[in-house]
């Protein structure tokens, strides 16, 4: 029988995803050659005490277990919407972390980002740059290897080494299990880019045009590149890739704008909430263990001034931490207390819990 869920909510490692049915016919991908999973002890930055922290302290909701499942059976972006503080971007971590899916890939969003920045990067200059080095090497006498005269396996003045793929583009390799990519705060793109997106989320797979020609003058048309956040080269057959385990694609938004119809249809949605004083006592205790009752009291007027403007919970966290820590007064940690949790505009960026 299929295991469901896959994603418990638990925060307990375990490898469920290996029991994830098979897609549906119209989401199975085949691309190749298939690429082991990377380990996520081989990644740093995985291992912040930010990112680390995110991960084991994540309080799920039961809706939210309910619709990254759907996600991960439907193989199809999971769209987080909601106020900041409500934990948008360590979803993501959450799942890597339980499901063991290596070191997530983030592609943070800026009104300049487009899809060529997410699937990879190429540097035609500092290609030239070593051609001229190889060029001037004395007892140079022409001709080099690999791709299309350009290759690089001999002299570095190949494509492959000047190009690096984006967070985007590495999640599609092809493999054997799915990787968690982070793509934060869509709704700060340009209007453009979630309809760029639409064909390569539904595809699972994209071109790159500088090995695709390059390969034509080589016997295999293989090229190996460097993936995102490691210096792991990989293989790129003949410029295409295309995914094996597609993705488990997080792509956040504080609801600054609407998106096209086509888009929202490609994606499963998820609106986090405010949290209540269940969860919010759930939070604490997670990060900083049994609330007491200065904590209570504190979460309380987090809840009331919360219904007139936004609060993110880190606010609430920061404000508790001092009140254990500082050794102040009940008069001082009114006051600091104030100062700590002021109303949010809706361009706030503070989504850490």
Not at 117 to 128: H, I, K, T
Request: one cysteine or more; proline letters at 8%; charged letters at 25%.
């Amino acid at each position: 029988m299929p295991l469901w869920p896959v994603y418990t909510g638990t925060n307990e490692p375990h490898d469920g995803i290996a029991e994830l049915p098979a897609p549906p016919p119209w989401r199975d991908f085949d691309g190749g050659p298939v690429l082991p999973a990377p380990d996520a002890a081989a990644d740093t930055a995985a291992h912040s005490p930010d990112r680390t922290h995110r991960a084991e302290t994540y309080q799920a909701t039961e809706e939210t277990v309910e619709l990254v499942n759907a996600a991960l059976y439907l193989r199809r972006p999971l769209l987080v919407t909601g106020p900041p503080g409500t934990g948008k971007s360590s979803l993501v971590y959450a799942v890597a972390r339980e499901l063991r899916l290596g070191p997530v890939l983030r592609w943070n969003i800026t009104s300049r980002s487009t899809l060529h920045d997410g699937l990879y990067q190429y540097d035609p200059l500092s290609r030239l740059y070593a051609a001229r080095q190889e060029a001037a090497r004395p007892g140079r006498t022409g001709g080099t290897g690999g791709a299309g005269g350009t290759g690089g396996a001999v002299d570095g003045s190949g494509i492959e080494h000047h190009l690096r793929l984006g967070p985007l583009g590495t999640a599609l390799l092809p493999y054997d299990r799915p990787r968690a990519l982070l793509i934060d705060e869509i709704d700060k793109s340009d209007l453009d880019l979630p309809n760029d997106l639409l064909n390569v989320l539904e595809e699972g797979q994209y071109e790159i045009p500088e090995l695709v020609r390059a390969s034509r003058l080589t016997p295999d048309g293989v090229a190996e590149v460097l993936a995102d956040g490691t210096d792991e080269r990989v293989p790129v057959v003949r410029g295409r890739v295309r995914c094996r385990a597609f993705p488990f694609v997080v792509l956040t938004s504080n609801g600054e704008r609407e998106f096209p119809p086509a888009f929202l249809r490609r994606c499963v949605t998820l609106h986090l909430r405010q949290p209540d004083d269940r969860h919010l006592a759930e939070i604490v205790r997670a990060h900083l263990g049994e609330p007491d009752a200065y904590a209570r009291t504190l979460i309380e007027r987090f809840l009331s001034r919360s219904g007139a403007g936004d609060l993110a919970t880190d606010q609430l966290l920061n404000a508790i931490y001092l009140a254990r820590s500082a050794g102040l007064d009940a008069g001082s940690l009114d006051r600091l207390a104030e100062q700590l949790m002021p109303y949010l505009g809706q361009s706030a960026q503070s989504d850490v819990f």
